[in-house]
């Protein structure tokens, strides 16, 4: 059973109340990216590039029996991150439930506060593209 | 050097995340000592005025002192005063020079020279140039360890050659260039030299009439100054020749609509209400390093720069870009394949600011293959404990990447 956004969002944010040391937050953050699955090479070409990002995000989602999933790399470790945080929570949801989501575990990690405004406005970008793809699907 | 030195710039005495500031992003800009934000203050809690109109008391005062710091930067350089004009900064320099001087004596078929590892201020202005007038841009190739490869040069060299312009001291890599000698080959075949002096100026003494330069540009901001103001120097007979850049107040010595004369050097140049406070800081920077010494200040600095690179190689997988001879206080590194921007941003977090990104020199970043660099670059005022303290913050920063 796939679980909800809300859920997973929950258990991201009992992951992180674990450290206090921001430097600790970023070291789990490059892990996870670490961790994303390759995305396959055909879609690192600039029509799956993320606009609004300062370092190269490569976006890619398809559907399966009604839910979306998404594949994602960058070229920086920190925004890879970021990117498959995102993965985390909207991979293989439903259309509906992805563009409804409102995301709150960003605020509740503190996840802005540290990002410099351009790196800010890239994480929105990602949010936008993942929804748009959504409502495509939809 | 240093506590003593340290206490005068206040902004070094801060916490960044949690951590004491570490300031090497001195390449950018540098931070500003108390003499100079008094100097500052001073003008505007004492004599803001405007200069060289008003008999006042207020405007005497202001002309005053902006001229006096003109004459500072005229000794500090060694040129007389009529050859100092204040301008914004080091673009534009070369965007006066680009575009009175050439507009003026360049014509098709003309070539201009720079190197291949300028600043884009010192690109552009002369790609304009040439695409205005059917002159052609060659451009002085490097080694892969940062120098400018001089038979290349000398190659390049004819007497369709009419600019060279090139950095004293490159902002990427901190190599030093041999000026004088590029400046001497160039006066062979009749070329006037423009010298973007925007990093040599914290470092070095610069004196005008050794390097027998035709022009130098400099940002007061990189000089312990304020911003928005910066110098360029021409030689007098080269300035005299020259058409205004822009017209306006002070340009002018009467204005009628039958035609306009205009003023004497420097005013020629300095159109509408300079930036007064920012010529006044000027002078009080390099009245404050000249009181340090410039012998003082470089040999300090190349003492950080001979320490910091060891102790950045002892940092697993570093590779330093930039091993020129002849190098300022300027460290360019790369660790394996960790994209420089991930180890800007876990410096950040440890309190230390570097430069991270091509650094305004593209076309250098594609000639070494690669998009970018993590940049240090120190001041007189930085220590050999920030720079371990750095070495120990890029190790984590490494460990957590790797
Ligand atoms: C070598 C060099 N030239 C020119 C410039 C441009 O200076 P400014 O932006 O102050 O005009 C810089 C500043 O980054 C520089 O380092």
Redesign the interface.
Known sequence: MQKSVGDIENEIVEEFELFDD??DK??YI?DIGKKLPALDAKYMTDDFLVKGC??KVWLHAYEKDGQLFFEADS????TKGIIALLVRVLSGQSAKEIISSPLSFIDKINLRA?L?SQRSNGLSSMIVKMKAYASAFS | MNDSIRSQFPILHQHVNGKPLIYFDNAATSQKPLAVINAIEDYYKQYNSNIHRGAHHLAQMATEKYEDARKTVAQHINASEREINFVRGTTEAVNLVATSYGRKFIKAGDEIIVSEMEHHSNIVPWQMLCEEKGATLRVIPITDSGEIIFEEYLKLLSEKTKIVSIAYISNALGSIHPVKEIIRAAHEVGAVVFIDGAQALPHKKVDVKDLDCDFLGFSGHKVFAGTGIGILYGKEELLEKMNPYMGGGEMIKSVSFAGTTYNDLPYKFEAGTPHIEGGISLGAALNYINEIGLENISAYEDELLAYGTEKFLEVEGLRIVGTAKNKASVISFLVNDIHPYDLGVLLNEQGIAIRTGHHCCQPLMDRLKMEGTCRASFAFYNTKEEIDATANALKRAVKILS
Do not use: G, K, L, R
């Open positions: 921001q430097m970023y070291e490059i300062q370092s070229n920086t470790a920190i540290h410099s």
